[in-house]
């Protein structure tokens, strides 16, 4: 099978495997020790399992968001838009569903959305004065 060169995979940072590595060397000692410990091995074989699957691809066609065990595609044409909330992105669908975008952070939405040949718009100026106004006000 010819791999894609038009996909865009967006994933977590690098730094995870050091976690899941070291994880992996503290649990390694204890899961020895007794075969009954031996299942604590699981924690870091599913966090690498995780690691390896969470993400989203984006193509011109549309993006799969892709979690540990499961995957699902999105045309661009069922994006109604994206929201942020603090270090994390989700999609708002014309359903009216919100998907979370694993490995999507704010700042990577307009490469997001050149990658999927789609056209980056942010919100109008008077929207973003009035979110930094409450964001004042609520200090």
């Given amino acids: 099978m010819a791999r894609r060169t038009d996909v865009r995979k967006f994933r977590y940072s690098g730094a995870i495997v050091i976690v899941i590595g070291l994880t992996a060397l503290g649990a390694l000692p204890l899961a020895l020790s007794s075969w009954y410990l031996a299942p604590i091995l699981l924690v870091p074989a599913i966090g690498a ?34 929201v942020a909330s603090g270090n994390r992105v989700a999609a708002r669908l014309t359903s009216g569903a919100v998907i979370a975008l694993p490995g999507v952070r704010p700042v990577d939405v307009p490469r997001l959305m050149a990658a999927g040949g789609q056209e980056f718009a942010a919100d109008d100026d008077s929207d973003s004065e009035e979110a930094e106004a409450e964001a004042e006000a609520g200090r």
Avoid at 56 to 69: K, N, Q, Y
């Fill in 49 to 82: 399992l995780w690691y390896a699957r969470a993400g989203v691809d984006v193509s011109p066609a549309g993006m799969t968001v892709r979690s540990a065990l499961a995957g699902r595609r999105f045309g661009w044409d069922e994006v109604a838009g994206f």
